[in-house]
């Protein structure tokens, strides 16, 4: 338990940060999700779709320090060799 001021403030910011933090991974997530969701249906023009509106949401997830930069990178590059090879 906390008992200076200041670790009851870091407590406090930790909290706040921890919910930011938890949203910025479930959007992630659910973004991956529709672009697997597509390339099991097969369809590509809609696995391309979803990949582009992932993309950024990934990169931004490492960029604010959600995820590492290069395992979005590797996420990032996995699903578009699937989407390629889809055709």
């Keep these: 338990?906390?008992?200076t001021t200041s670790a009851k403030k870091a407590t406090r910011k930790i909290a706040r940060r921890t919910e930011v933090n938890k949203a910025r991974r479930s959007?992630?997530?659910?973004f991956v999700r529709k672009v697997e969701e597509a390339l099991a249906s097969g369809d590509k023009?809609?696995?391309?779709?979803a990949l582009q509106a992932a993309e950024p949401v990934?990169?931004?997830a490492a960029q604010k320090g959600v995820v590492h930069k290069r395992s979005?990178?590797?996420?990032v590059?996995?699903?578009?060799?699937?989407?390629?090879?889809?055709a």
């Design 45 to 49: 023009a809609a696995a391309t779709a």
């Design 58 to 60: 990934m990169m931004r």
């Design 1 to 3: 338990m906390a008992n």
């Design 77 to 86: 590059a996995r699903l578009t060799h699937a989407v390629t090879k889809l």
């Design 72 to 75: 979005a990178s590797r996420k």
């Design 27 to 30: 959007r992630m997530r659910t």
